[in-house]
Every structure is written in structure tokens, then in C-alpha cells.
């Protein structure tokens, strides 16, 4: 299983994701932000649905903020503002339905951002756009102090202290969650339970990378996961 962070446009690492880890042989997840900040947002796009057409168990797209500007509209967002305004209404809706999580059964969790309140994993599918527990998902950032919900970000991003993620994974049976978003995290969070990980050459270090869950293998820490650069 390959986890695949924020490419934001970056074309050349989307392909060369596609290149080295064939879909025919892998499942891929892309933890959301495939457009805008970078050079070809729209080639980034249709390269992942493309392979989401050819090969529909094997890829996966998840919601991150700048694929639900339908549902919350923000700005600097190159790509969006640059569309028609039919195209981008018709492709809003579209990416508005994408799933906001993917659930590994070795207890890992990726999603775009921060982690939501509900009780179970299967309750996720079913948060209302637009609500805080979707804002938690899809704009929420995490920070290694004490507490829950440090700043809701009303208007901008949550921040989320050390107690919202421990009682999220103990109560979501959760060992590891995959994440990016945020570029100025630290890759491990957490005691090693949080990954924040970029592979669009624009953001944290520069460095384009993807993380490998190995088939069978037991996940205690996110460094069990194996990083490699693209």
C-alpha cells in the first residue's frame, strides 16, 4: 500500500508515483491537494482520475481542502479561479463527493488533515460537508501541546492539541494515521503515531516522498512505515 502526500500540481511526481509503483500491483492513496500551487494542476488531476478510471480498487483520491472549494471556497486558489465558471461549478460538485478517509484493517488511517470527534470508523463516510468535523479532516492541523481543540479556526484552520489525537485513536482503534496538509509539522507526531508527509517539491522540505505499508506487516509506529523518495 503506498500513501502518497499533497503533489499540488506537481505532474512529474504524480507520474513517477504511477511509474514505480504500478496501480496493476498496488493500492494507492492520495491524501488529498492534487491542484492549485503548482505548474500543471490540471494535468495532476486528470493523470490520478485517469488511473482511478483503468484501475478503480487500486486508487484512491481523498478529499483534501483544495478539492472541496464547493463546499468551502478560499482564496489564493490558482486553479479553481482560473476555471470557467461552468467548468468549475461542474468539477466542484464533482471532487465534492470524494471520500474523506481510507482504513488499513493493520490500524493505519490516512486522511487529509486532523482526525474528527466521531465514535467509530464507520462514521466517518457519513460527516456532513461543511460541519467542524469535516473542517477537522480536511483543514485541521495538529500541534504537540496538552488539550483537545486548541483554536476551532473559525474561518481558517483548527489546531489540535495531544488529547484529540490520543482519545481519536483509542476510540477509532487508530495506531498509526497518515496525513499532510500541514508543511511546517514535524514528520513524526506523537510518540511516532502521526505521519505528515508531502511529495510535491513545493512544500516541507523539497523532498518528493511516499510511504509504503508493507502487505502483512505489523504497524506498532509510523515509522514502520517505509518513506521513500520519488
Excluded at 494507492?28 to 478510471?53: A, W
Excluded at 473542517?135 to 485541521?140: A, D, I, S
Aim: a negative charge.
Amino acid at each position: 500500500m503506498v500513501f502518497v502526500g499533497d503533489t499540488h500540481g506537481d505532474l512529474d511526481a504524480t507520474e513517477r508515483v504511477f511509474e514505480r509503483y504500478p496501480p496493476s500491483d498496488h493500492l494507492i492513496v492520495f491524501t488529498g491537494d492534487v491542484v492549485d500551487r503548482g505548474p500543471d494542476s490540471e494535468g495532476n488531476l486528470e493523470r490520478i482520475l485517469r488511473e482511478k478510471r483503468a484501475h478503480s480498487e487500486h486508487v484512491f483520491l481523498l478529499m483534501g481542502n483544495h478539492e472541496a472549494w464547493a463546499v468551502r471556497p478560499f482564496a489564493p486558489a490558482d486553479f479553481w479561479e482560473g476555471l470557467p465558471e461552468e467548468r468549475r461549478m461542474r468539477l466542484g460538485t464533482l471532487l465534492a463527493g470524494l471520500p474523506y478517509a481510507a482504513w488499513h484493517d493493520a490500524g493505519v488511517l490516512a486522511v487529509h488533515g486532523a482526525l474528527p470527534g466521531v465514535e467509530s470508523i464507520g462514521e466517518i463516510a457519513a460527516v456532513a460537508p461543511g460541519t467542524f468535523d469535516w473542517r477537522r479532516m480536511t483543514w485541521g492541523d495538529w500541534v504537540d501541546l496538552p488539550g483537545d481543540v486548541i483554536d476551532p479556526g473559525i474561518g481558517g484552520r483548527p489546531l489540535l492539541g495531544r488529547g484529540a489525537f490520543d482519545a481519536a485513536a483509542e476510540r477509532l482503534g487508530i495506531r498509526v494515521l497518515v496525513r499532510s496538509h500541514q508543511p511546517d509539522a514535524p514528520t513524526y507526531l506523537f510518540e511516532d503515531r502521526c505521519l505528515t508527509l508531502f511529495t510535491s517539491h513545493a512544500y516541507g522540505d523539497g523532498i518528493r516522498r511516499v510511504a509504503l505499508l508493507a502487505d502483512g506487516g505489523i504497524v506498532r509506529s509510523a515509522r514502520d512505515l517505509r518513506l521513500e523518495e520519488v
